[in-house]
């Protein structure tokens, strides 16, 4: 209670003196424009680590209106925080990163406790009605030991999100414990999906994709989902504003094992949001600031009750994600297999692999997807090769002696002649890969245009090659646009 009281004097002497400005726009137009406020400087990408948050933790225990403190540790013995603000009867807990590799909405915390650290600047209405209606407590990083190896899974190899019954998982438990103690009235289950799910079969990536998880198979709308539901129109009419048809909702099916599920069947309402894919988007700092509205919308609702107007005819309204996405997308290319020529579509994707010597964060490996008709679907980069000739790409030779040599050479004009892969005699053994955008081998092979084998060929108009595809990258020759990343030198 004296916690409390000390807090409540602290927000009520911040409002007295810092009096609301009057910026323009609603909030929610004002808290998207300026979120670069806000935004926690010591997370610029998604590969952060462990002890980043450790840093903004320590600094943000220092303030009056927070209290963090360690309720546990992982396999691995890592540290676990609990972050708590507000004073007020309802309590919400938000949990994430239970998968190590689901870093965005941990980076949108960040940037929340520093909006509550602020004041002065026309928000604290907002923040006044957060802090006194609710009681917040966040768990940012549940599973650091994944996040250290940026691996969805514990040290254990287990899915924590799929541990909700068994509890086998130390990090699992600490999460039962904090709902059951907490007797939590809301619950936000924060998480990242693939950039490759569109929202619906006709829509753009979905950034976010929203969810009340179901509580059976047969999607009962129980006293409990009922509220997270409407908390999810909600959420979805706010962000509608930002990214027009780009909210999808996740798959509505039952999983016995999740979280999310057994949260609402314990009796916190629960709301799914997913981080998902955006244009131009690699590090996911757009949908960071997509997450970072969510959040501060959801508490909001909360607080005030507003999300009890909202009618959830409108939850089955918005369009179920699914995979219609690819990274790469040539259409209409002309090809020839023997005495056949045909037209086909070529769908790629470029996945992320991790290095073994740790020097870089990770290297590209492409794929082919689909060869044939894709018309369904749609990519991130996509070329139109109609009147082109696909060519599987050529092996150069003579092989250069090293890297040195190879560097030297005019790699813009090895691809116009249809050279996709050069051999380097001499590599040496700590490589892992190359940024020159051409493949290096250590000895000469060749790999089928087939679907499952790496995306290396070239596109022919009038017998000249105008594109090189490059481990899965386009690279345009005739303007000199080159998009190759770190490819894996192939031993």
Same mark, same amino acid.
């Given at each position: ?45 998604? *590969? ?35 972050? %708590? ?70 040290? #254990? ?21 904090? *709902? ?72 509505? &099916? ?37 997450? $970072? ?16 107007? &909202? ?8 369009? &179920?994600?699914? #995979? ?15 005495? $056949? ?8 994707? #470029? ?26 679907? %749609?990519?991130?980069? &996509? ?7 696909? %060519? ?98 192939? %031993?």
């Amino acid at each position: 209670m004296i916690v409390h009281l000390i807090i409540s004097l602290v927000t009520a002497f911040m409002i007295l003196t810092n009096p609301p400005a009057e910026p323009t726009g609603t909030l929610h137009q004002r808290l998207y424009k300026q979120h670069g406020t806000f935004k926690e400087s010591r997370i610029q990408d998604r *590969r952060f680590k462990h002890s980043v948050l450790e840093g903004i933790l320590k600094d943000l225990d220092k303030h009056p209106l927070f209290a963090v403190e360690q309720v546990g540790q992982s396999v691995q013995k890592k540290p676990i925080y609990l972050v %708590r603000f507000g004073q007020g009867p309802t309590t919400v807990l938000l949990w994430s990163q239970m998968h190590g590799d689901e870093p965005t909405a941990t980076a949108a915390l960040a940037d929340v406790f520093n909006f509550f650290q602020q004041s002065g600047d026309g928000y604290d209405s907002l923040r006044q009605a957060v802090l006194q209606h609710t009681t917040v407590y966040v768990l940012p990083m549940l599973n650091p030991d994944g996040a250290e190896r940026y691996q969805r899974y514990n040290a #254990q190899g287990i899915d924590l999100n799929r541990d909700a019954l068994r509890l086998q998982a130390p990090e699992s438990q600490l999460l039962k414990r904090m *709902r059951d103690s907490l007797q939590a009235d809301w619950g936000f289950n924060l998480h990242d999906q693939n950039i490759r799910y569109a929202a619906g079969p006709e829509g753009p990536p979905a950034s976010i994709s929203l969810l009340a998880p179901p509580i059976d198979a047969a999607g009962t709308a129980d006293s409990i989902r009922l509220p997270a539901m409407q908390l999810v129109v909600e959420l979805n009419r706010v962000l509608q504003e930002f990214i027009p048809k780009g909210v999808g909702k996740w798959k509505d &099916e039952f999983e016995p094992r999740a979280f999310g599920e057994n949260m609402q069947r314990w009796g916190t309402r629960t709301v799914l949001i997913e981080s998902g894919g955006y244009h131009n988007d690699p590090e996911r700092q757009q949908v960071r600031r997509l997450n $970072f509205l969510a959040i501060l919308a959801g508490l909001q609702s909360i607080a005030t009750g507003q999300y009890q107007q &909202e009618d959830i005819a409108y939850y089955e309204q918005i369009p &179920e994600n699914a #995979q219609y996405l690819y990274d790469v997308v040539i259409r209409n290319a002309e090809l020839a297999l023997g005495e $056949f020529s045909y037209t086909a579509d070529i769908a790629i994707n #470029q996945q992320e692999k991790e290095l073994p010597s740790g020097k870089e964060p990770f290297y590209f490996e492409s794929s082919i997807e689909g060869i044939g008709d894709m018309s369904p679907y %749609r990519g991130y980069v &996509e070329l139109d090769a109609k009147g082109m000739q696909l %060519r599987q790409g050529r092996i150069y030779e003579p092989s250069f002696a090293n890297l040195k040599a190879l560097e030297k050479a005019n790699i813009q004009n090895l691809l116009k002649q249809g050279y996709t892969s050069v051999v380097v005699e001499a590599l040496p053994e700590n490589l892992d890969h190359t940024s020159l955008p051409i493949n290096i081998r250590s000895k000469p092979a060749t790999t089928p245009l087939a679907v499952g084998e790496p995306a290396d060929f070239v596109l022919e108009k009038g017998g000249k090659v105008r594109y090189a595809v490059i481990n899965g990258f386009l690279y345009d020759l005739e303007k000199g646009k080159n998009t190759v990343k770190n490819a894996r030198i192939r %031993r």
